[in-house]
Every structure is written in C-alpha cells, then in structure tokens.
C-alpha cells in the first residue's frame, strides 16, 4: 500500500515487525501493510523513504542513500531509525497535528525494558495519549480467536522475519516461551549462502525471499523448475540458472529443522495438565514464515500433535491488537 492513507482519526493498533509494519486504525481495519525498511539519506541524514518505497530502493541505491530494517533478529537494532520509521508511517495516515489516539504497539517477547521505553517514547512524540505494549504470541492467540482468558493451555508459534516465538498460553499469561532468532530472514540468508556455494550464483534478498515464496518447502512435493537471475562470482557478469525446488528445501533444511527442535523442546518444558490440552487443541502456526509449504506437515510429523496454519498467518498479531485496542479493559491484564 503506497503513499497516503485516509484518516479520518480514531486509535491505532502496530504490529512493528522485523520483516513489516501493520497498522489498524480503529474504524477502519487495516491500512497499512508494508515492508519495516526505511531509506536515508547519507548527506543529511534524513528518511526519504519507509515502506514499499524504501523497499524498491533496496540493493539498487547509489553512495548518498542506504536502506536500513531497523529491526533485526526480533529486537530493535538501530532506535534513530526505528523512530523514524515509525514517524514515517504515521505520515502516511496524514495524522492531525492535534490528533491524541491511544495506541497498542506490539513487540516481541525478547525485548528489552530499555527497547520498551524506547518505542513508548516513540509514540508519545507522535502525540500517542495512552500507549500499551502487547507481546506477540498473546496478540497472534487473540487475533486467531482463542479465549486466552481460560485455565486451558493453547501453542502457538509465530514466525516472524527475525524470530520464531513459541509460547504456550493460559489464563492471560504465558506458562513457557521459547524464542530463537531463527525465521524468515534466516531462510533467505540459507537461499542465498546455498546458491553462493553450489553454484557460484549472487543473489541478493528480494531475490531470495522471492523464491522462498515460490518454491520453498519443508516438506517433499512435486519437483518444479524456476529461472534464478543474479551475478556469476567468478566472471562477475550477470547469469540465469535453471533449479529445481529441491535444491530451494535442501537450502531450507538446516533453518527448518531449527525451528521444529525449538517446538520439540518448548512441548518438553510444557506443564503435564496444559500438555494434555495441546492433544485436543494442537498447535497453531501464525506469522509470515508460517506460510512456508508444508511446515505444518512437517511439525504434525514430528510431534504427533495437530498442527493447523492461522488463516492469513500473517495478519493474526495486527488484528488480535486490534482487538486488544477495541477493549481494553477486558484485555488489560496481557498490557505492559
């Protein structure tokens, strides 16, 4: 979604993703769904760009302009930028200078208290009059539509860009997590770092991610053939090569298998009682990297327990904060 976004005031719920930025505006659903990139400007040392914009940038700017994701591996990397990316998509709602919304922001379970402060302080420069912190995994559960209120434990596993959070949920509070820094961005780094070595091919993120959406699997399926563009390493000229969607899971092994043991060991530290729940109840896979094909066959194989995906994985945090910001008073118990 590109440019400006009417407004027409109301509260706001953000999801402040390593991989994208959703925003809900009470009213109005979601309006902004876009890549949590900002471009800058290394004369001045402004943003010029956030979002789709700043992601078309990306890998073809000149010396005077970088692209940054301020967020990585799940915490905030770089604070100036965060900042500004935030301050940037809330220009494209077109905001009044006198609106005061109440904002939920949500953020991942590993985060620091100084990285909390620092994206409250964010919004209360965006003249925010109340501002609440939600952790993922609580938002995904409500945005899937689990009464997270009752004495019954619920799994679920978000895969982000920079993490993968599993959390085991009951009564308003999370009875075990485990969060490893191993997701979408991972699986790109693996596509990339693969055709490096087998191939001699460079490749560079979008592409990579590209054809993580395409053909990535975790989980054998018919073979397919795709064209892959990028730059020969030892002639240093552009080439294309045919591969098949094997050799993309065979890329995929290593980060997969990681965030399947990351289950495994979470179900291990799982109380027996909420464990006897997760027999009936499964578990429930949310977040991009869920979308990834066969993941959840490749989790009900490994820990004979139902798996099922959130429908539209990716929107299940932004409308359980949404959610969260529409009642605030049933809710206040998961808000920091």
């Known amino acids: 979604m590109a440019g400006l976004v009417s407004f027409m005031g109301g509260d706001l719920a953000i999801d402040l993703g390593t991989a994208n930025t959703l925003i809900y505006v009470k009213g109005q659903g979601i309006v902004i769904n876009e890549p949590s990139i900002v471009a800058r400007s290394l004369t001045t040392g402004k943003v010029i760009a956030v979002g789709n914009e700043a992601k078309d940038m990306l890998g073809k700017t000149h010396h005077d302009i970088e692209t940054i994701r301020p967020l990585r591996d799940g915490v905030i990397a770089d604070f100036e930028m965060a900042d500004g990316m935030l301050n940037g998509f809330l220009n494209k709602l077109k905001m009044s200078k006198l609106s005061r919304p109440k904002m ?16 409250k302080d964010s919004a209360e420069r965006r003249n925010a009059r109340e501002v609440y912190l939600i952790e993922e995994p609580i938002a995904a559960a409500i945005g899937i539509g689990i009464d997270i209120s009752q004495p019954v434990g619920s799994m679920i596993v978000d895969i982000g860009g920079g993490t993968t959070e599993i ?23 693996a596509i990339i770092q693969y055709f490096k070595r087998e191939h001699n091919l460079l490749i560079g993120e979008r592409t990579a991610e590209q054809i993580k959406c395409t053909v990535g699997s975790a989980m054998p399926a018919e073979d397919v053939m795709i064209s892959v563009k990028g730059r020969n390493m030892v002639a240093g000229i552009p080439k294309t090569i045919e591969i098949s969607s094997s050799e993309i899971r065979e890329a995929l092994k290593d980060t997969v298998d990681l965030i399947v043991d990351a289950v495994k060991q979470s179900l291990e530290r799982t109380p027996p009682e909420l464990s006897s729940d997760l027999l009936d109840r499964g578990i429930i896979l949310a977040g991009g990297g869920a979308s990834l094909k066969g993941l959840d066959q490749r989790m009900r194989l490994e820990t004979d327990l139902p798996v099922n995906v959130a429908e539209e994985p990716l929107l299940a945090i932004v409308r359980g904060t949404g959610l969260v910001l529409d009642d605030l008073e049933r809710f206040k118990d998961v808000l920091y």
């Open 104 to 119: 939920v922001i949500c953020i991942p379970t590993g985060i620091t208290e100084v990285e909390k402060r620092a994206v």
């Open 167 to 189: 959390a085991v949920i009951a009564l308003n509070g999370i009875v075990t997590k485990e969060s490893i820094r191993i997701a979408g961005d991972e699986m790109d780094e």
